[in-house]
């Protein structure tokens, strides 16, 4: 019956030393946790404003082949933000810029149309109702991050890949 008693008492539970070590461990993990947390943030947002970016330009691909007109996205680059066939802009958060380029260099309709007005702060890429665009190459940077949409100018397609800055824009 001795025996009993004893495997039950050895059996029952932690000691407070070892709950003490364990929350102490605990809170130390729980205050390293944040700032790892915050570091990968910035990439995160940049990286769903490019997803953002790379929806947007497939929808008035597809809306400009369901309509038979063509549809405008602008690209504004102070503040950076771009426009979908003139109705709400959409900004991009504060440290994220945005750079773009003609695809491809043509000499009709096709190529990329600049907005009158003001030709460094904005431009135009077109998505005819054939599924063909304007062609650009747009980068979003933040920091040392950066991800580039593609628009393809023969068939419209529309790609997105992550890059580095100093890759030419």
Same mark, same amino acid.
């Given at each position: 019956?001795?025996?009993?008693?004893?495997?039950?008492?050895?059996?029952?539970?932690?000691?407070?030393?070892?709950?003490?070590?364990?929350?102490?461990?605990?809170?130390?993990?729980?205050?390293?946790?944040?700032?790892?947390?915050?570091?990968?943030?910035?990439?995160?947002?940049?990286?769903?404003?490019?997803?953002?970016?790379?929806?947007?330009?497939?929808?008035?691909?597809?809306?400009?082949?369901?309509?038979?007109?063509?549809?405008?996205?602008?690209?504004?680059?102070?503040?950076?933000?771009?426009?979908? +066939?003139?109705?709400?802009?959409?900004?991009? @958060?504060? &440290?994220?810029?945005?750079? =773009?380029?003609?695809? %491809? $260099?043509?000499?009709?309709?096709?190529?990329?149309?600049?907005?009158?007005?003001?030709?460094? +702060?904005?431009?135009?890429?077109?998505?005819? @109702?054939? &599924?063909?665009?304007?062609? =650009?190459?747009?980068? %979003? $940077?933040?920091?040392?991050?950066?991800?580039?949409?593609?628009?393809?100018?023969?068939?419209?397609?529309?790609?997105?890949?992550?890059?580095? @800055?100093?890759?030419?824009?």
């Amino acid at each position: 019956m001795n025996n009993r008693r004893t495997r039950r008492i050895a059996s029952g539970g932690f000691t407070l030393l070892e709950l003490l070590v364990v929350l102490a461990l605990a809170g130390l993990l729980m205050s390293l946790v944040p700032g790892l947390i915050s570091a990968a943030v910035p990439g995160a947002k940049l990286r769903i404003e490019s997803r953002d970016l790379a929806a947007s330009l497939r929808d008035s691909r597809n809306r400009a082949i369901a309509t038979g007109e063509i549809l405008n996205v602008t690209i504004d680059f102070d503040p950076p933000q771009y426009i979908v +066939d003139n109705k709400k802009p959409h900004e991009l @958060p504060a &440290g994220i810029t945005i750079a =773009a380029r003609k695809e %491809l $260099q043509l000499q009709s309709d096709y190529s990329l149309q600049q907005v009158a007005g003001s030709p460094e +702060d904005k431009f135009r890429i077109r998505f005819h @109702p054939d &599924g063909s665009s304007s062609g =650009a190459v747009i980068t %979003l $940077q933040r920091d040392l991050l950066a991800y580039t949409v593609s628009v393809d100018w023969l068939l419209g397609s529309v790609s997105m890949m992550a890059g580095s @800055p100093t890759d030419e824009i």
